[in-house]
Antibody, heavy 118, light 110 residues
Framework: EVQLVESGGGLVQPGGSLRLSCAVS????????MSWVRQAPGKGLEWVAN??????????NYVDSVRGRFTISRDNAKNSLYLQMNSLRAEDTAIYYC?????????WGQGALVTVSS | QSVLTQPPSVSAAPGQRVTISCSGS????????VSWYQQFPGTAPKLLIY???KRPSGIPDQFSGSKSDTSATLGITGLQTGDEADYYC???????????FGGGTKVTVL
């Protein structure tokens, strides 16, 4: 069974940092693109970033609103996906989902809530 | 303002058919495959349609997808109260170099 489990969410002050993790099981993690998608309270889905199968030299893409502040990465040995979020803003408040796939998202985690507030 | 345009809501009686449109441009739908997702309140989205018109294993043929030029459509036949959810289209945008979603459509069974 495919499972994706996010962790690391919480309350952070504006300008602060947070690192989300996504532990996966049930499939060969190193064979798939992975993505982060967020959903602000009461709003629609917003794709955040994706990363190809390679760890360090692989392709990474970001939505304009987070480019330069967020960094997506992965550790194939640990079957884990990460999202390092710096210079957080109130508008980054959302549930963050990790998902298998780069564009077509086949499996999703349950989400981690990130709240940016003073 | 989403790059892909969906109607905010659609509704129909039980057993009827609804369609949800997703309008884009040459740089997104016109050049790439479209996927559709279903989301119930408080839960994660679920893939319904990929590659414009294909259903993952376990998705009933009640759901169908199509694409023409710069628009895509999700069809739901035999509407049931259990189909009340939000539905999103998504694809890649070559100009933005990012994936994009529609704003979502809430399906209501009357």
């Amino acid at each position: 069974e495919v499972q994706l489990v996010e962790s690391g969410g919480g309350l952070v002050q504006p300008g602060g940092s947070l690192r989300l993790s996504c532990a996966v099981s049930g499939f060969t993690f190193s064979s798939y693109w992975m993505s982060w998608v967020r959903q602000a309270p009461g709003k629609g889905l917003e794709w955040v970033a994706n990363i190809d199968q390679a760890e360090d030299v692989g392709e990474k893409n970001y939505v304009d609103s987070v480019r330069g502040r967020f960094t997506i990465s992965r550790d194939n040995a640990k079957n884990s996906l990460y999202l390092q979020m710096n210079s957080l803003r109130a508008e980054d408040t959302a549930i963050y989902y990790c998902a298998r796939g780069g564009v077509q998202l086949w499996h999703w985690g349950q989400g981690a809530l990130v709240t940016v507030s003073s | 303002q989403s790059v892909l345009t969906q109607p905010p809501s659609v509704s129909a009686a039980p057993g009827q058919r609804v369609t949800i449109s997703c309008s884009g441009s040459i740089s997104n739908i016109g050049s790439n495959s479209v996927s559709w997702y279903q989301q119930f309140p408080g839960t994660a989205p679920k893939l319904l349609i990929y590659d414009n018109d294909k259903r993952p294993s376990g998705i009933p043929d009640q759901f169908s997808g199509s694409k023409s030029d710069t628009s895509a459509t999700l069809g739901i036949t035999g509407l049931q109260t259990g189909d009340e959810a939000d539905y999103y289209c998504g694809t890649w945008d070559n100009s933005l170099s990012s994936a994009v979603f529609g704003g979502g459509t809430k399906v209501t069974v009357l």
